[in-house]
């Protein structure tokens, strides 16, 4: 025992000899010493010298540790102090300051304290920029102590933090990052249906694709085909190149896209829209009211944005369904300046899927025809079609310093179709050939050029093409089709903010647009070319007023039309504008709208079996002889009540259109080719009742029209509208669980009216060709509408900046036969009539795959 403890003892006085000169240091190894003390400490164990300057020391801490060289220690005051220590020879050492140090931190959301990846720390004025990891961490080397670095990423205030205040801190550096919430000014909206659409104080409805929620029968947020949610737009033949707002044709709507007016919106042959609905930030539809900007389009205006924000980030996606593929991005080129980009293509043309025969069954039903006792006739025929589709965006986004920002943006779209029918008993094949493009370019200009005072120039070009041809049995006669359009358009929009209260706009466009249409046949032998040209001269001005609390918002413009068809006609038009919202209860607001419009372009629609059928429409030009300009006045009042997540409204509105013509209406009896001029009217009723939590919406819309035509030359002189279905009725609902999305619904309408021939005797054989003869127009009506439709949505993170998602669709769950329409025509043998219904789509299946980031 004792010699143990004389065993412990000299051991200790041994240890206590050997540590001597690091015993400050020892004592106090959990706390930080003055470098001072502890250069002193290393001086006297390796009998050097260090040579400093005090101040380069004076009030620098480290924290101390034992190391086995002085090699280590030496690198523990540089990576501590980021001093720099400097070997002059064996004995002496110098310390100075460092013009350079190395920096590591994470970054941080100050709110959750959630890391940050994949935000771009950038060493002011050099060429140092990285990204932060999964874990929001980052490390530089070599960075400049006078330097700062700049922190970014979207969504958060862009911070500015000195290097010096980092390498006061011994650790990785931990950096908060504060959420950006934008101040806006006090609006009136509601938001109803599903998230990401909301109705304006001006009673405009916008569409966020990017958080818009699930809809009935939609896994995809198609553009045209989402907006069918709204009351009163639908399409009574189910495609979106037709969509009828409150009973208007589909001509009579203003679609832009960038600011860039489209002849074209759709693939296959309008059941798909033509526009990426990915890149599409914002999408706003005006039925009535529509500010005094925007001419042309008498029933609606549909405008759609893509995302126009520089914010230094990449982002992008690409997905595929049943139909086709796609792939879209944004690419951050510098600081300012981004180039954004998308592309479509269908798989149509190469893989049979579910959705392309219930897309073909669709659209090539003009091809299959009943007799007068209803039975089918096209036996003994044989069908073989190959298609497809392409469509593709990009848009260059540069902005030329904090006050001015230049978008230049291009879109292509093309159909390319071969059709072939053979009639198997004589070996006779009828062919027919389709290619439709749509390429649009344009540029826009954003100013501020003071606090209260911005302006918006945009110059856009459009060219759309249809080139068909169709080949009948005989290979002797062959049609061809040619129908173009080119449009080039100036448009400068200023806004001044006199006060709070009250905003200026004026500004003035410039549109000429230029129509070809060629119709060759050469048996028996037929060649017409037709050229116009419209110049239209159109300066605006609107003034909004707005109390403080927003009680009362009132807008009223006005808009001058110069219209010029070159060599036929000159005409100007006043188009007054307004707009009132007022508040009338807690929760309960009243809104009064009224427009006069006015458009020179329209679609003909050729309902003959020319091209079997598929392609039937022609853009055409007003010429104030058989084709006048079209005009419109509307006026609405509605009432809008919204409370504990509750949303209710009600709108009647009155609507007439002046100058239609029997040839752009789609009449499908004796008057289709008269080419008759008169008008339409509607008076009509829109409601809407939506219930939402916190995660599920639900809602009921119904419509009410009342739609007829006026025509002077054709007896009676008043019956219903081609477009008039009664009463529409939608019930759905969406539910959210956790990540998974469910979306049902159910819609119905009346039928629309058709004209049925006379009972007997219905062929008139004194005319060449022979006529039908019909009874009084419109006074039958199709079958009511009724369709179900469901959708899931799954979605999940990959990780903090990639997502993906699943989607399965079943339209038309039922498999319920809908008759869209019924016409009527004379057999080849012109002894007996045929009947031509075109049905719904039958049952339909969809699936989408995606991942974006």
Request: proline fraction near 3%; charged fraction near 20%.
């Amino acid at each position: 025992m004792l010699r143990t403890l004389r065993n412990y003892i000299f051991f200790l006085f041994l240890g206590l000899i050997l540590l001597t000169p690091l015993t400050p240091i020892i004592a106090q190894k959990n706390e930080p010493v003055e470098l001072k003390v502890f250069l002193k400490t290393l001086e006297e164990k390796y009998a050097i010298k260090f040579s400093f300057v005090d101040e380069t020391i004076d009030n620098v801490f480290i924290q101390p540790s034992i190391y086995g060289n002085l090699s280590q220690n030496l690198e523990s005051i540089r990576s501590q102090t980021q001093l720099k220590v400097e070997k002059l020879d064996d004995r002496y050492y110098a310390i100075s300051k460092s013009l350079y140090i190395d920096l590591c931190g994470k970054v941080l959301d100050n709110f959750a304290e959630n890391t940050v990846s994949g935000a771009t720390i950038e060493v002011m004025g050099e060429d140092i920029a990285i990204i932060t990891n999964i874990d929001g961490s980052f490390q530089i080397s070599k960075v400049p102590k006078d330097a700062s670095l700049k922190i970014r990423y979207l969504g958060y205030i862009t911070k500015y933090i000195s290097v010096n205040d980092l390498a006061d801190n011994k650790d990785c550096s931990t950096i908060l990052l504060a959420q950006n919430y934008e101040k806006l000014d006090e609006v009136v909206v509601y938001e109803f249906l599903t998230s990401g659409i909301i109705k304006q104080e001006d009673a405009s409805i916008t569409l966020n694709t990017a958080e818009l929620g699930v809809l009935p029968g939609l896994i995809e947020p198609d553009v045209l085909q989402s907006i069918q949610a709204l009351p009163g737009i639908k399409s009574i033949d189910e495609t979106v190149s037709d969509i009828n707002v409150r009973g208007g044709t589909n001509d009579q709507n203003l679609t832009l896209w960038n600011g860039i007016k489209m002849y074209q919106s759709g693939h296959f042959f309008g059941l798909i829209s033509a526009f990426n609905p990915y890149l599409t930030d914002k999408i706003t539809v005006y039925k009535n009211g529509t500010p005094a900007q925007y001419g042309d389009g008498v029933s609606s205006v549909i405008s759609m944005e893509t995302k126009n924000e520089i914010d230094g980030v990449l982002l992008g996606g690409a997905g595929f369904n049943f139909i086709s593929g796609d792939v879209f991005g944004q690419i951050p080129l510098k600081d300012n300046l981004a180039f954004q980009f998308s592309a479509r293509r269908s798989t149509t043309d190469f893989l049979n899927t579910p959705v392309y025969d219930s897309f073909t069954d669709r659209a090539f039903q003009d091809t299959e025809v009943r007799n007068e006792q209803n039975q089918a006739i096209d036996e003994g025929l044989t069908r073989d079609e190959k298609f497809f589709f392409y469509d593709f965006t990009g848009k260059l986004l540069y902005d030329i310093n904090s006050n001015h920002k230049l978008r230049l943006s291009f879109i292509g779209i093309d159909n390319d179709l071969d059709f072939s029918e053979t009639d198997i008993e004589v070996n006779e094949t009828s062919r027919s050939f389709l290619d439709q493009t749509n390429f649009s370019g344009g540029l826009q200009l954003k100013s501020q050029w003071w606090e209260n005072f911005t302006s918006d120039l945009n110059i856009y070009f459009s060219k759309y093409n249809l080139d068909a041809q169709s080949f009948f049995p005989n290979q002797i006669q062959r049609l061809n089709q040619t129908n173009i359009v080119e449009e080039r358009a100036l448009k400068l929009n200023t806004n001044f903010k006199i006060s709070q209260a009250i905003i200026w706009q004026n500004g003035y466009q410039y549109i000429e647009t230029g129509i070809t249409n060629n119709i060759f046949n050469t048996e028996p032998s037929f060649n017409l070319k037709s050229k116009g040209v419209i110049r239209i001269h159109a300066p605006f001005t609107q003034l909004k007023y707005s109390t403080m609390e927003e009680k009362f918002i009132a807008s009223g413009g006005v808009r001058m039309n110069y219209i010029e068809n070159l060599g036929t006609f000159s005409k100007i038009l006043i188009e007054p504008r307004i707009n009132l919202n007022f508040r009338m209860a807690n929760n309960l607001r009243a809104q009064l709208l009224g427009e006069f419009k006015s458009q020179s372009t329209n679609q003909v629609i050729d309902l003959e079996q020319n091209f079997l059928g598929i392609e039937k429409r022609r853009w055409t030009l007003s010429n104030e002889d058989d084709l006048p300009i079209t005009k419109s006045q509307q006026g609405s009042v509605g009432l809008n009540y919204s409370k504990n997540a509750l949303y209710l409204g009600l709108e009647g509105f009155y609507k007439k259109v002046d100058g239609i013509s029997t040839r752009t209406q789609g009449f499908q009896n004796e008057n289709q080719f008269d080419g008759e001029i008169g008008s339409y009217e509607i008076k009509g009723l829109e409601f809407l009742i939506n219930k939402k939590g916190d995660n599920y919406s639900t809602w009921l819309s119904y419509t009410l029209n009342t739609n007829n035509y006026t025509f002077d030359s054709i007896v009676p002189n008043t019956f219903p509208n081609n477009l008039d279905v009664r009463h529409t009725i939608t019930f759905a609902s969406t539910y959210t669980i956790n990540k998974l999305k469910l979306g049902f619904g159910i819609n119905y309408r009346t039928g629309k009216p058709y004209t049925e021939p006379i009972t007997s005797n219905a062929i008139d054989n004194n005319f060449f060709p022979s006529r039908i003869i019909y009874q009084e127009p419109n006074m039958n009506r199709l079958p009511d509408y009724l369709r179900a439709d469901a959708s899931a949505i799954y979605e999940w993170n990959l990780n903090r900046r990639t997502k993906a998602k699943i989607g399965v669709s079943l339209l038309n769950i039922t498999n319920k036969k809908n008759i869209l329409n019924r016409y009527y025509r004379i057999a080849e043998d012109t002894s007996s009539i045929e009947a031509v219904e075109n049905t719904s789509l039958g049952i339909t299946p969809n699936l989408s795959c995606r991942i974006s980031f």
